[in-house]
């Protein structure tokens, strides 16, 4: 009989997509088996994530080390996990959860606990020799998400400011996982062409790997979009979607946000969106408004019919805003990122709160981020139809694509999902 108890913890720093230090964990079972969790950290980071504890110290990457947080993990965690059974990932979670005794994880970092989390989920997998997808699927796996791309990233530039985060592509139509890639390799690289002729020169990297927003006008870019959609053949396969990340935008003092160089109210904005939705054929529009603007999001809710609507930093995979924003019918459902709420065990309780509820679920990696991502398990082992995806363009992204194509061709019968009786267009 295997010893699955845990053995050792070990925490390092590492460094994560953007060269910005993170946690990286390996948990070791008596018997050997190695598990191995890291800790992602977005751009726009929702007020109520789970803490991501660094060391302010101005000498060492700008203050963005995280010694305190890996000495967390050494010195406090790892004494009071050895001996557990790697195979109690509630009672793991539970044991962290305790020891920090904060709602945020402020006091061991949310990066410490959930990097912990992930190495023992990770373990776990290792222990029954599966890869961790299959370990979550509890059985073989019929389908693989279909995956979106962010290509086009909003955000504040010297000549304008694009107050929309993210413009997504999704090949919601292809017919296999390895045609919406290439659709989306394609389009993305069009796309590059598309924006240099608008522009009179070659566009910007921008922060995300995607092309800078050429505009500060939302329609421009979804126009450009289409026109390299069109161009490589592929208008009847794709559509949009986007990450507004209106907090980012949010003027708390007048309670009105950016739009186009403006300031707009909750209202305008809604309805500028619920325009946007009745000319482009969008699959979801994520953080439409301000975190704390849950009488908005009603309304939006109520308003916007013909799309989806998401909630990232609004619900930051917490099971509690996730119920108060079902109970006032404010959302289709939710961004899952584990990492903001710090546990496995919780981000898997709010995935169970969803599909009981009849919510969606779109598991999504973060702009800092390494290979690996068990963003890509979650997506895959709990069979949702449709992921959040970064740009083809830098190698942790591309490898999130890699592991798409990988676990359908490993899986017989596996087909890209259908996701056309989500679709409100």
């Known amino acids: 009989m295997s010893n699955t108890k845990i053995k050792s913890i070990r925490a390092r720093q590492i460094i994560d997509c953007k060269c910005r230090p993170m946690v990286e964990v390996d948990v070791i079972t008596e018997d050997g088996v190695l598990g191995r969790g890291s800790a992602p950290t977005g751009s ?5 994530e789970s803490c ?4 302010d110290d101005p000498n060492e990457y700008h203050g963005l080390s995280v010694h305190k947080a890996v000495n967390n993990v050494n010195e406090i965690i790892a004494p009071a996990l050895t001996g557990m059974d790697v195979m109690d990932q509630r009672g793991i979670d539970e044991k962290m959860i305790a020891l920090d005794g904060t709602e945020n994880k402020n006091r061991l970092g949310g990066n410490a606990i959930y990097s912990v989390s992930i190495a023992c989920f ?4 290792a222990v029954k020799g599966q ?3 299959r370990y979550i699927a509890g059985e073989d796996i019929r389908t693989v998400p279909v ?5 086009v990233n909003g955000g504040r530039y ?18 296999d996982i390895y045609e919406a890639v ?17 522009l009179g020169r070659k566009p910007e990297v921008a922060s995300s790997y995607g092309y800078a927003a050429p505009s500060d006008d939302p329609e421009v870019v979804l126009n450009l979009m289409k026109q390299a959609a069109d161009d490589c053949g592929y208008g009847d396969k794709i559509a ?3 990450d507004c990340a209106s907090s980012e935008m949010y003027d708390a003092a007048t309670k009105t946000y950016l739009l186009k160089g403006k300031q707009v109210t909750s209202d305008e904005l809604i309805d500028y969106a619920k325009a946007l939705t009745e000319k482009f054929n969008f699959i979801f529009i994520e953080d439409l408004l301000d975190e704390n603007d849950w009488e908005g999001y009603a309304r939006a809710h109520q308003e916007i019919t013909r799309t989806i609507l998401l909630g990232d930093d609004f619900i930051v995979t917490n099971r509690e805003r996730l119920d108060k924003a079902h109970q006032m019918n404010a959302i289709d459902g939710f961004i899952l990122k584990p990492n903001q709420v710090g546990t496995i065990t919780e981000a898997l309780d709010t995935y169970d709160y969803a599909k009981q509820n009849n919510l969606l679920a779109v598991p999504s990696g973060r702009s800092g981020g390494v290979i690996g991502d068990v963003a890509m398990d979650l997506a895959v082992g709990l069979q949702v139809g449709f992921i959040k995806n970064g740009a083809p363009r830098s190698g942790e992204r591309i490898d999130k694509l890699n592991f798409l194509m990988r676990a359908c061709d490993l899986s017989p019968g596996c087909s890209l999902s259908d996701i056309t009786s989500l679709i409100k267009f």
């Open 122 to 125: 990770q373990a776990a997998a």
């Open 182 to 198: 290439e659709i989306g390799v394609d389009v993305f690289q069009r796309l590059g062409t598309v924006i240099s002729d608008y």
């Open 240 to 242: 949009f979607a986007l």
């Open 158 to 175: 010297k000549d304008h400011t694009q107050a929309f985060n993210e413009f997504i592509l999704m090949p919601y139509r292809a017919k």
């Open 147 to 151: 995956p979106s791309f962010n290509i």
């Open 52 to 55: 991501v504890l660094r060391d």
């Open 131 to 133: 890869p961790l997808y």
């Open 44 to 48: 726009s980071v929702g007020m109520y």
